[in-house]
């Protein structure tokens, strides 16, 4: 018994558009980083989403209570433990070689959702850190 099988490529007019490959973007004092790259895991038991630039510096890691992907709203930046309906929100540098961090103590990160990553996205607008790494402003939209 033979079969055969033929196939037509049926060639749409316009191409499709390709998906975005940009994750966002973040700036420390109006200075866009580079490169972005970003990630999510679990910070001890807690939901963590973090984007860096080139040789993982600096580092943006955002934490919220949960260890599921946080849900639409405003989350108000706190200092300490994550607690339900908060984050916190880092930045590591290096200062003189060294790696040192530098927190923020108020603010807010908003998140929206629309199902599973990488269709997630967290933003927030004139935050300040301070700490070890320095003190700095920071405006970002990751998409994670």
């Known amino acids: ?13 316009s191409q499709p558009t390709p998906a ?3 994750i966002g973007n973040l ?9 972005l790259v970003h990630s999510y895991f679990m910070n001890g ?6 984007a860096y630039g080139s040789n993982s510096i600096p580092e943006l890691q955002v934490t919220f209570s949960g ?3 946080p849900t639409y709203g405003t989350y ?15 930045l590591s540098d290096t200062v003189a070689g060294t790696v040192s961090t530098s ?15 990488p269709n997630n996205t967290l933003s927030f607008s004139n935050i300040t850190v301070a700490g070890g790494a320095g003190h700095h402003t920071l405006n970002a939209t ?3």
Do not use: E, Q, R, W
């Open 1 to 13: 018994m033979f079969i055969a099988f033929s196939c037509k490529k049926n060639t749409p007019s």
């Open 20 to 22: 975005p490959t940009s």
């Open 27 to 35: 700036s420390v004092d109006g200075a866009a980083i580079s490169n």
């Open 45 to 50: 038991g807690n939901f963590a989403v973090i």
């Open 67 to 69: 260890t599921t992907t």
């Open 76 to 90: 108000a930046i706190t200092t300490g433990a994550v607690t339900y309906g908060k984050c916190t929100l880092t």
């Open 103 to 117: 927190t923020a103590s108020s603010g807010y990160v908003n998140v929206t959702t629309s199902g599973t990553a």
């Open 142 to 144: 990751i998409t994670y």
